[in-house]
């Protein structure tokens, strides 16, 4: 009975990781290839590309606090089967576009059910899980957003190669077809005290966001602000240091360290807690921050990929993790939109304020910056821990008081 209870690869899981996967894959071929097309293409400026790349995130921030909601009212498989369906069917409309202002009109919608479809697959994915192994469970699905990160961008950048942008774009759209039918096959499990609410209530900022999970989610924006120096400024850091030869190679040695690490992590994470995850990696992100910014040779520059990806790999998915136990089985979608409004606050405006950093002093200033950063986190973790541990043992010693 606890073998087969406790598996995480069960049918559910695989389709609910394919659906973030392809969906991923979408994501990143145009976060790496949309600028581009945009500069040589549209006649469009440095600025205006990134923008491209901004206004998505910004549609996806809005959408996060509707998410939860969203998901509690038409239910967590209806939900994932129109924004994958709305997702999907904008992908189709890149190859008509021949405007900026069209392009963003377009990226703003792409980036609404973006927002709603990261979060409640998430959100399904962290109830197929079993709640004994859920920090290990977690990772895997965040492994399928990392692998991706590479498998986009090489997909993408490769291609215009060959091929034109628009035939690029339609190649894209039929692979994220491949996302519905997944999520077709997806079958989410009723938890006993998630059933439908007949009852209205008032609306209140619970309708929104999960309140318990801001201390971890609030925690989690500064960590997207230092990984957002990764994300945006790697491939520029390469091309001013002669690195870009080798750049390419980042996210796949990154890639790889993240997934042999993984599943020693995420079953830490479960059998030990997730302070003997995240105190550890905030610390080695932080040294492989550092190594990045200093390094001038192809082997260091590399070494330095491998340290960020054991390091920060494990972070998403722990601090999500952590979101949904606050929040608690009935309000995995609210803790999942509550914590990725807080992620995508970070990445969104690191990239902003970290571009300013380099323009003002160099990518020196700006890795040491995110790394001091992080021992910042940490200390704001070690805090958020001591306090959660001391109202845990107030409530174990309540009902023995009142006894």
């Given at each position: 009975?606890?073998?087969?209870?406790?598996?995480?690869?069960?049918?559910?899981?695989?389709?609910?990781?394919?659906?973030?996967?392809?969906?991923?894959?979408?994501?990143?071929?145009?976060?790496?290839?949309?600028?581009?097309?945009?500069?040589?293409?549209?006649?469009?400026?440095?600025?205006?590309?990134?923008?491209?790349?901004?206004?998505?995130?910004?549609?996806?921030?809005?959408?996060?606090?509707?998410?939860?909601?969203?998901?509690?009212?038409?239910?967590?498989?209806?939900?994932?089967?129109?924004?994958?369906?709305?997702?999907?069917?904008?992908?189709?409309?890149?190859?008509?576009?021949?405007?900026?202002?069209?392009?963003?009109?377009?990226?703003?919608?792409?980036?609404?059910?973006?927002?709603?479809?990261?979060?409640?697959?998430?959100?399904?994915?962290?109830?197929?899980?079993?709640?004994?192994?859920?920090?290990?469970?977690?990772?895997?699905?965040?492994?399928?957003?990392?692998?991706?990160?590479?498998?986009?961008?090489?997909?993408?950048?490769?291609?215009?190669?060959?091929?034109?942008?628009?035939?690029?774009?339609?190649?894209?759209?039929?692979?994220?077809?491949?996302?519905?039918?997944?999520?077709?096959?997806?079958?989410?499990?009723?938890?006993?005290?998630?059933?439908?609410?007949?009852?209205k209530s008032k609306f209140s900022i619970h309708n929104l966001i999960e309140v318990k999970a801001l201390p971890i989610a609030v925690i989690s924006l500064f960590v997207g602000l230092s990984y957002s120096s990764i994300l945006s400024y790697v491939s520029v850091f390469a091309e001013a240091h002669n690195l870009a030869s080798v750049a390419s190679y980042f996210f796949v040695?990154?890639?790889?360290?993240?997934?042999?690490?993984?599943p020693t992590l995420g079953n830490l994470f479960d059998v030990k807690g997730p302070k003997y995850v995240i105190i550890p990696c905030l610390l080695i992100f932080s040294v492989g921050l550092v190594i990045l910014g200093f390094s001038t040779t192809p082997w260091v520059f590399l070494v330095a990929a491998g340290i960020i990806g054991l390091g920060s790999g494990s972070l998403?998915?722990?601090?999500?993790?952590?979101?949904?136990?606050?929040?608690?089985?009935?309000?995995?979608?609210?803790?999942?939109?509550?914590?990725?409004?807080?992620?995508?606050?970070?990445?969104?405006?690191?990239?902003?304020?970290?571009?300013?950093?380099?323009?003002?002093?160099?990518?020196?200033?700006?890795?040491?910056?995110?790394?001091?950063?992080?021992?910042?986190?940490?200390?704001?973790?070690?805090?958020?821990?001591?306090?959660?541990?001391?109202?845990?043992?107030?409530?174990?010693?309540?009902?023995?008081?009142?006894?």
């Amino acid at each position: 009975m606890s073998n087969h209870q406790n598996k995480i690869w069960t049918r559910d899981f695989i389709n609910i990781s394919l659906v973030q996967f392809i969906v991923f894959i979408g994501f990143y071929t145009l976060l790496t290839t949309l600028p581009i097309y945009v500069i040589k293409e549209l006649g469009g400026t440095e600025a205006e590309g990134g923008l491209v790349v901004t206004i998505m995130l910004i549609a996806a921030i809005i959408m996060r606090p509707i998410s939860g909601n969203l998901i509690e009212k038409l239910g967590k498989k209806r939900t994932l089967l129109w924004s994958t369906g709305l997702f999907t069917g904008t992908m189709f409309f890149y190859f008509m576009i021949d405007s900026f202002l069209g392009l963003m009109i377009l990226r703003f919608i792409h980036g609404l059910s973006f927002g709603v479809l990261t979060t409640v697959a998430s959100a399904i994915a962290a109830d197929v899980v079993p709640n004994e192994r859920k920090g290990a469970g977690l990772g895997y699905f965040a492994m399928a957003t990392n692998i991706a990160m590479v498998v986009g961008p090489f997909l993408g950048l490769t291609l215009i190669q060959f091929i034109s942008f628009k035939l690029l774009f339609i190649i894209v759209s039929f692979i994220i077809l491949i996302s519905v039918i997944c999520a077709i096959q997806v079958k989410v499990p009723t938890l006993a005290n998630e059933a439908p609410k007949t009852i209205k209530s008032k609306f209140s900022i619970h309708n929104l966001i999960e309140v318990k999970a801001l201390p971890i989610a609030v925690i989690s924006l500064f960590v997207g602000l230092s990984y957002s120096s990764i994300l945006s400024y790697v491939s520029v850091f390469a091309e001013a240091h002669n690195l870009a030869s080798v750049a390419s190679y980042f996210f796949v040695v990154f890639a790889v360290v993240m997934i042999i690490a993984r599943p020693t992590l995420g079953n830490l994470f479960d059998v030990k807690g997730p302070k003997y995850v995240i105190i550890p990696c905030l610390l080695i992100f932080s040294v492989g921050l550092v190594i990045l910014g200093f390094s001038t040779t192809p082997w260091v520059f590399l070494v330095a990929a491998g340290i960020i990806g054991l390091g920060s790999g494990s972070l998403l998915p722990s601090f999500q993790t952590m979101s949904i136990q606050a929040g608690g089985p009935g309000r995995s979608g609210h803790a999942t939109a509550t914590f990725y409004i807080f992620w995508d606050i970070g990445i969104a405006t690191g990239s902003y304020v970290l571009g300013m950093i380099v323009a003002m002093f160099n990518f020196q200033v700006l890795y040491v910056t995110c790394a001091i950063l992080l021992i910042v986190v940490l200390g704001m973790f070690i805090i958020q821990q001591s306090w959660q541990e001391k109202k845990e043992m107030v409530e174990q010693q309540v009902p023995v008081e009142n006894m």
